[in-house]
């Protein structure tokens, strides 16, 4: 295999985020990162001081997510709200920015916004991802197209003391041309613009539209390190079988030339 087991699973924070999950469905989810040995989970804020009491002693980290979905909190709201993830336990916090205002060109406001939430966030020891919602960004704003909207984002999250920049939340819908409402997510086109577009001290993470290993290993080629799924059991089973397959492989083709060579 091209990564390891660990390689990948310490890419994924796995998402339990959707509307509708049960404490049963969180406490589940937790149980599953921790069987898995993934990075983090990414989970609702009110949920984070039992997330992290579940676990403790994991290796598991426990994120929780800022102004989520949409990003349109006050700011001191999501202030607030990162620095009661992090009393709870979370020790990464995932923040929308405000879309409304970055599409207004109110650059000023977008840098105060993440600044708030990363100053709050480094205080407690937590580190911060920047959630950009590019399938918002399509068109661009502001008087830029959409890679310099994109580019000019990634800037301004660095220079705010973003530890990530990250392509979207995976609740993005757009309405489609039939009416319907859908995301794209991450792209391997912004993965790559936004890695080209932050200095090496900062993480790019895609979310939203990953759903299978090949995709997780895509990311990693294109320089993501963190990956957000649900995906992830899929995927890491899919690891172990292709593991196993291989090693196999590897066996019958040792034999092989053993034979070939003759050695039995």
């Known amino acids: 295999m091209k990564y390891s087991y660990e390689e990948l699973a310490k890419m994924?924070?796995?998402?339990?985020l959707h509307p509708t999950m049960t404490d049963q469905e969180l406490e589940a989810g937790c149980a599953l990162a921790a069987k898995y040995q993934v990075a983090s989970v990414c989970i609702k804020p009110y949920y984070v001081k039992r997330a992290a009491e579940l676990?403790?002693?994991?290796?598991?980290?426990?994120?929780?997510?800022?102004?989520?979905?949409?990003?349109?909190?006050?700011?001191?709201?999501?202030?607030y709200e990162t620095w009661l993830a992090c009393q709870d336990g979370a020790t990464e916090i995932d923040m929308v920015i405000n879309v409304?205002?970055?599409?207004?060109?109110?650059?000023?406001?977008?840098?105060?916004?993440?600044?708030?939430?990363?100053?709050?966030?480094?205080?407690?020891?937590?580190?911060?991802?920047?959630?950009?919602?590019?399938?918002?960004?399509?068109?661009?704003?502001?008087?830029?197209?959409?890679?310099?909207?994109?580019?000019?984002?990634?800037?301004?999250?660095?220079?705010?003391?973003?530890?990530?920049v990250k392509t979207s939340s995976g609740y993005g819908f757009v309405k489609?041309?039939?009416?319907?409402?859908?995301?794209?997510?991450?792209?391997?086109?912004?993965?790559?613009?936004?890695?080209?577009?932050?200095?090496?001290?900062?993480q790019v993470k895609a979310a939203g539209g990953v759903r299978d290993l090949d995709g997780l290993i895509k990311v990693r080629d294109l320089g993501g390190s963190r990956c957000g799924a649900t995906a992830t059991a899929a995927m890491l089973d899919d690891y172990r079988r292709r593991e196993a397959a291989e090693k196999v492989g590897q066996t019958v083709t040792g034999q092989a030339a053993a034979i070939g060579a003759g050695g039995y």
């Not at 994924?12 to 339990?16: E, F, G, Q, R």
């Not at 489609?176 to 900062?202: F, I």
Request: with cysteine; net charge neutral; aromatic share 8%.
């Open 12 to 16: 994924i924070d796995h998402s339990l």
């Open 55 to 79: 676990l403790k002693g994991t290796g598991v980290r426990v994120g929780a997510v800022i102004g989520f979905p949409h990003g349109n909190s006050a700011t001191e709201s999501k202030r």
């Open 100 to 164: 409304g205002k970055a599409l207004t060109g109110d650059w000023d406001y977008v840098a105060n916004d993440i600044r708030a939430v990363a100053d709050e966030a480094h205080r407690a020891g937590a580190k911060v991802k920047v959630i950009f919602e590019n399938d918002y960004l399509t068109k661009g704003g502001a008087g830029l197209d959409s890679d310099a909207f994109k580019k000019l984002l990634c800037q301004i999250a660095e220079h705010a003391g973003a530890d990530w």
């Open 176 to 202: 489609q041309p039939d009416g319907s409402y859908n995301y794209k997510g991450a792209t391997e086109h912004d993965l790559a613009l936004m890695r080209a577009s932050v200095s090496a001290k900062v």
